[in-house]
């Protein structure tokens, strides 16, 4: 039997490092989302570049809780 591992990573203002993440996070993982919370920058396009799925929140919600 074996296991998928999926990593979810939220993710604000991230263009600079978000690609290296998601690349590093695919060597452990089966699929990697990446929650963009309302970024102003191209941290979105980024994530996807580096193979990550991406859900878009169309403004920052921040921590909720």
């Known amino acids: 039997m074996s296991s998928a591992i999926t990593v ?3 993710a604000f203002n991230e263009e ?3 690609g290296s993440i998601v690349l590093h996070a695919r060597q452990h993982a089966d699929r990697v989302i990446v929650i963009d919370d309302g ?3 191209r941290t979105a396009e980024m ?14 919600l921040g921590k909720r809780g």
């Open 8 to 10: 979810i990573l939220p």
């Open 47 to 60: 994530a996807k570049l580096a193979g990550a799925e991406v859900i878009r929140h169309p403004k920052n």
């Open 39 to 41: 970024s102003t920058d």
């Open 16 to 18: 600079v490092s978000i």
